[in-house]
């Protein structure tokens, strides 16, 4: 019997050859749009409307059916109000990776089990592969597209119904592929930004949600530089946006975020990149989920990101309870970041990770 794969499809590039890639494979295949955002929807940051008459176009030239289906409670209820929480307390979350978790693989799994799927199918540069009965998450063949950082939070149920047929295809072939194929969106741009919410002036965005909030931006010896506009507008390590690039007595270095005082409403700001408050060779982090479901092993040589697009760092972990974990590098770490995720791998197999509490010197 041919299998049904259910395809998210964005109206984005990936995704609609994904859907083709299946449909030549032999799969039953059916799209699905995910409108996961209303909230000034005709703005020109948020394009769901064209995003769908671009995936109804593409599904139309592969000869497939497309639903539509509005996941926006889910999404605000889930991810959005997490996300609104976790910049009011200071921190910088990953909106892409709980999205990952409990939309495109849980409120849009469950829905295309409900058509009748055997499996669902996204446009993510990952792998997966079965070894021994446990499901992998692994990198993708390109390494400059790799998204397994973004999905490291999936379980065993999720990865066994997960298919990524751009896990071993290059970025540049995708695009070839999808003009050889006469696909209208093919030379469309990739989407940056806020997942499901767009590419909008970010500083703008959140000041609808979150109460500002004006105080001093200070230096490690207390000297005031500046001011702030709200700390949730913030993270460690920014260069852009501090608006004291002319502060008096300079080393002519940039500045950089270095830490937030919360109880005092103080932005801590330092000059140069390479400056020693912004390097850590350790972080705690919690709320860990590990792929396998079981935890990796004490001492043991692994590698980490603490970032998207961040080259993987040696490391250990020398402390490990049942959702917190310490970890080690052997070289400090440039601007670790609370509320962002430390993710970790095993040569190409990415283990699961875990959401930074704060770095660590000693």
Known sequence: MTKRVVVGMSGGVDSSVTALLLKQQGYEVIGLFMKNWEDDDNSEYCSSRQDLLDAVSVADTIGIPIEAVNFSKEYKERVFSYFLREYQAGRTPNPDILCNAEIKFKAFLDHAMQLG?????TGHYAQVREVDGLFQLCKAADDTKDQSY?????????????????????????????EQHGLSNHAKKDSTGICFIGERPFREFLNRYLPTQPGDMRTPAGEIVGQHQGLSFYTIGQRQGLGIGGAK???????FVYGKDMANNRLL???GHDHLVLQAPRLLALESHWISGTAPELHHRYAAKTRYRQADAPCQFVDLHEKQCTIAFEQPQWAITPGQSVVVYDGEVCLGGAIIE????S
Request: proline share 4%; glycine share 4%.
């Open 117 to 121: 799927a055997d499996c669902i199918a």
């Open 249 to 255: 007595n300079a080393s002519g270095e940039p500045w």
């Open 150 to 178: 973004f999905l490291h939070r999936l379980n065993q149920a999720q990865l066994s119904k997960a298919m990524f047929p751009l896990g071993n295809v290059l970025k540049s072939e995708v695009r070839r592929i999808a």
């Open 358 to 361: 704060r770095a660590e010197q």
């Open 269 to 271: 700001v330092v000059q």
